[in-house]
């Protein structure tokens, strides 16, 4: 017609009463409103077949197994996914046989799962092991509600993620154990800033206990119990520097600081955000790197000015001849500009210049040569070079345990002088002690010529071979004679202590008894111990013994000192001798109520040129004591003495026995 309208037309024969000729009847009706409407559930009925059919290939290709119940919770339909799940042909196989993928458990079937989630009018959740292509898996069944459609439940498999969760649960638990073991502090806080795990190093440096750790605090009360325990640095407004701490769970990248804590502990702290939003923290203890970093300063500063102020002049060359360090006394001695050596040359460039302050330039090359086998073959050698202006120095090269060497010089020239002086002075001595010995021996032969002539006529008159002589005169000429014998003596011990501090003087040691050596000495001084009226007290003890011993020399000795004890005692005086022994060595003890001598005179004692006086202005001193320590020596034994004023002196003997 040319318009929107629809009309529907019905037409049929006219009933022959009211139209006998067979006349038709049409009836034209205005259906524009109803056809549209037919065209509309037309159109949606194919959309929904369409959604339906996407619908249905969509759950067919889902990879979860997945299934529809009709009212009466029977199968209806399942996917291929099912079917896989089940080992079966078909889905109609499925559905007619009723093949249900998920088990009775607990008395709970897959039906009465379904009729729960239907009566309660919501998805019910369960998770179930089930077997899948063989295999007991892991499954998270859901059945939803479809009114009076029925139900409908898909499976999903979440084997693969409980075995995740255990690895990663493991692997946290393995990390967790190794944090416990290393010695930085590590924490860790959730999204929601709770605290979800430190190790032990950190509840050791911020002093915070397990029970207070369980109950996983927020980030504040982590600072805030930080406060109380001292464990983070002074600052003047803590709720500020807490607030912008707390904006590191925000940061885009990590952030570093190092926290200075009152009683000296240097903390480097470490926070990274983590991808969940929250926070991992690394907390070091850096107090002993720091403290070791001030004292390897400190030690550095000490080495420098403990170089500088040395009197050695001291270098050290790296393995490949360049000059690593030096003092001031080095660039002193040679001459060096400072700014040069700060370039660290090379060993060649450097004995160029050196070689100049030498009185022999080409010595160098031994210096040269030195340094080089400290550092390649860690030999270490030294030598003396001269210099031009007369010094002398001594230097030496030392292998270094890092592979370089040191490179020592010292000023030997005062050193060198003053030797040279003792060598000379030595030398003097020497001749000296060679002209002595020469004097000895002849003053020895020129003295007893005459003496033995003096002695020899003294004799002769005292027998009165040249004519009758008064009581006096024998009384002279005995007088002559014991001094005759007594300056022979004198000569004899002056030639014996010479030869005995040359270490010349002759030992024939042969096996002595000692017992019958101190009577025999003793009875050389019977008529002056009677002149004299002195009480001789003698007591010599069994164990005395006897010795190897030259009877001569040893005799000598004795007769010193018993000579000295008599001489200096004086008239009615005491002498006590005492002597035992043991296996190893006898001692003799020689003592007297003699005037002693003090410290000043007991240091002299044994000193041959030393003669001093006591009170009543008598000499003391000679070389009896002097010469009787020297053939003590020899024979290997010890004489020492005890004296005091006016105590007398106490003189002990200790002879070996072999």
């Known amino acids: 017609t040319g318009s929107d309208k629809c009309l529907m037309i019905h037409g049929c024969l006219a009933d022959q009463q009211i139209a006998p ?20 559930l037309r159109n949606e009925s194919e959309q929904a077949h369409a ?32 079917v896989k799940a089940v080992d079966a042909n078909d889905g109609e196989g499925v559905v007619d046989e009723g093949i249900e993928l998920i088990e009775t458990i607990n008395g709970v079937s897959p039906a009465d799962a379904a009729r729960i989630a239907r009566e309660k009018g919501e998805p019910y959740e369960r998770v179930v092991a089930t077997t899948i292509g063989g295999q007991r898996r892991t499954t998270q069944v859901v059945d939803v509600p479809l009114g009076k459609s029925g139900v409908a439940g898909y499976a999903i498999d979440i084997q693969d993620l409980i075995d995740s969760r255990k690895e990663q649960r493991r692997f946290n638990e393995s990390q967790r154990d190794m944090l416990d073991k290393v010695s930085a502090a590590v924490v860790q806080f959730d999204a929601d800033r709770s605290l979800q795990f430190c190790n032990l190093p950190f509840q050791r440096i911020f002093s915070m206990r397990q029970q207070w750790i369980a109950e996983h605090p927020e980030f504040p009360r982590v600072l805030d119990r930080m ?65 070791l970093a001030s004292a390897r300063d400190t030690l550095l500063r000490v080495r420098t000015a403990t170089f500088d102020n040395l009197f050695e002049s001291v270098a050290v060359f790296s393995a490949d001849g360049r000059l690593n360090l030096w003092n001031h006394q080095f660039t002193k001695i040679w001459d060096l500009n400072e700014e040069e050596l700060e370039k660290h040359p090379r060993i060649d460039s450097l004995m160029q210049k050196m070689s100049l302050k030498l009185n022999q ?158 009577e025999n000495v003793l009875a050389q001084f019977d ?9 001789l007290e003698l007591q010599l003890d069994e164990t005395l013994g006897s010795a190897l011993v030259d009877k001569k020399r040893l005799s000598q000795a004795i007769s010193q000192i018993i000579d000295n004890s008599v001489r200096y005692t004086g008239k009615g005086g005491r002498i006590l001798i005492n002597a035992s022994g043991n296996v190893r060595q006898a001692v003799i003890h020689i003592s007297d109520n003699g005037p002693g001598m003090g410290a000043g005179q007991q240091s002299k004692a044994f000193d041959s040129f030393a003669r001093s006086r006591d009170k009543a202005g ?25 004296s005091e004023p006016g105590q007398g002196t106490l003189v002990t003997i200790h002879l070996p026995r072999q």
């Open 21 to 40: 000729s067979g006349s038709a009847l049409l009836w034209v009706f205005d259906a524009t409103e109803s056809e549209a409407q037919i065209e509309k």
């Open 51 to 82: 959604a339906f059919d996407a619908l249905s290939a969509l759950i067919e290709a889902a990879p979860v197994p997945m299934w529809h119940r009709s009212p009466d919770m029977k199968l209806t339909l399942v996917n291929s996914a099912y």
């Open 227 to 291: 406060r109380e325990m001292n464990r983070i640095p002074e600052v003047r407004d803590f709720p500020e520097w807490r607030e912008e701490r707390t904006q590191w769970f925000k940061s885009t990248g990590s952030v570093e600081e190092n926290w200075l804590l009152a009683d000296g502990t240097h903390l480097r702290v470490i926070a990274n955000p983590t991808p969940d939003g929250g926070l991992l923290m690394i907390i070091e203890d850096r107090t002993e790197q720091v403290q």
């Open 361 to 518: 330039p080409a010595r160098i090359a031994q210096v040269r040569a030195l340094v080089r086998t400290a550092t390649s073959e860690r030999i270490q050698q030294s030598g003396q070079i001269s210099f031009v202006d007369g010094r002398r120095f001594q230097f030496a090269a030392i292998p270094l345990p890092d592979g370089n060497a040191l490179f020592t010089m010292l000023d030997i020239s005062d050193s060198s002088r003053i030797e040279n002086a003792l060598r000379e002075r030595n030398e003097a001595l020497v001749e000296a002690d060679s002209i002595k010995a020469a004097f000895l021996s002849n003053m020895s032969y020129e003295f007893r010529t005459p003496l033995t002539s003096i002695g020899g006529f003294a004799e002769l008159l005292d027998n009165e071979v040249a004519g009758p002589l008064t009581e006096q005169g024998h009384e002279y000429a005995r007088a002559i004679l014991q001094a005759v014998k007594r300056l022979g003596m004198q000569i004899d011990n002056v030639l014996d202590l010479s030869q005995s501090e040359a270490g010349a003087l002759p030992i024939a040691k042969e096996k002595i008894n000692l017992t019958k050596l101190v």
């Open 527 to 535: 008529d002056e111990i009677r002149a004299q009226e002195i009480d």
């Open 618 to 642: 008598k000499n003391i001193g000679g070389l009896g004591l002097p010469l009787a320590r020297q053939l003590l020596l020899a024979h290997g034994g010890e004489l020492t003495l005890t």
